[in-house]
């Protein structure tokens, strides 16, 4: 315990908690300080204006990272026929439609993303309880209930990240690996808040993206300005 509280504490150090530092900056600072035993995933927070127990402020999307998440991503997709077939030529881990739905019935769920076909979606349907929580459900908002089933599974595989906002108004996701060239995790949060901006929903008042900080999975977080993250995304 001792260790741990020493290794934080040296963490830390050279980080001031109320400055904003520059996107460029806060990347560093956080690669720098990333010395666990395994490659850490960069991870993103964004404090949002928005009261999400109102339908008009939820926020919710996807983005296609531009440098891939650095993740390995097990993709399910639930079709019949020649869209079955689709999904498997395009690297789906899992495709079945019956059979799927009483694997995961069953308690078995050895997936991190799950796409459908609109047809499926009755099928599906019956699953909601189950995935729901998870935030596995297929949703068309973010590209999972589709036809395009070969360029859903590509997304997810490539390096897509989901995000929702949850209900203290705050946004977050993993966006790289700290091994990541410092230029790629830039690009991957610039993307990333750009997605976020976009999903500005219509009942958001005042100021949208409010507060930004990045960290490692075992890190400190630091605060970034946000004017150096939002270039063009507007908000």
């Keep these: 315990m001792a260790q741990t509280g020493k290794r934080i504490r040296a963490a830390r150090e050279g980080i001031a908690v109320t400055k904003l530092y ?3 900056e806060a ?36 983005c296609n990272l531009p440098n891939g998440s650095g993740r390995t991503v097990r993709v399910a997709v639930f079709a019949r026929g020649p869209k079955a ?6 690297g789906a881990d899992i495709v079945g439609a019956e059979d799927l739905l009483e694997t995961i019935q069953g308690g078995t769920i050895d997936f991190d993303r799950c ?3 609109p047809d499926m979606m009755p099928l599906v349907g019956r ?10 459900m297929p949703n068309p908002k973010v ?6 089933v070969k360029g859903a599974v590509a997304g997810a595989k490539g390096g897509s990240v989901e995000f929702r906002v949850e209900k203290a108004g705050i946004v977050h996701a993993g966006i790289g690996k700290v091994s990541f060239d410092e230029q790629k995790i830039v690009e991957n949060i610039r993307a990333f808040a750009d997605a976020v901006a976009k999903a500005k929903p219509a009942g958001a008042k ?13 890190g400190p977080g630091v605060k970034v300005d946000p004017s150096s993250v939002l270039v063009s995304a507007g908000a």
């Excluded at 490659?39 to 927070?45: A, K, P, W």
């Excluded at 699953?127 to 998870?134: D, E, F, H, N």
């Design 22 to 24: 520059p996107l460029d």
């Design 27 to 62: 990347v560093k600072l956080i690669k720098e300080r990333a010395k666990a035993k395994f490659d850490e995933t960069f991870e993103v927070s964004m404090n949002l204006g928005v009261d999400p127990r109102h339908a008009d402020q939820m926020v919710r999307g996807v």
């Design 85 to 90: 077939d689709e999904a498997r030529a395009a």
């Design 115 to 117: 796409i459908a076909t």
């Design 127 to 136: 699953l909601g309880k189950v995935l729901g929580p998870r935030g596995l």
């Design 143 to 148: 590209g999972t209930v589709t036809m395009d």
């Design 206 to 218: 005042g100021t949208y993206i409010q507060r930004i900080a990045v960290s490692s999975t075992m």
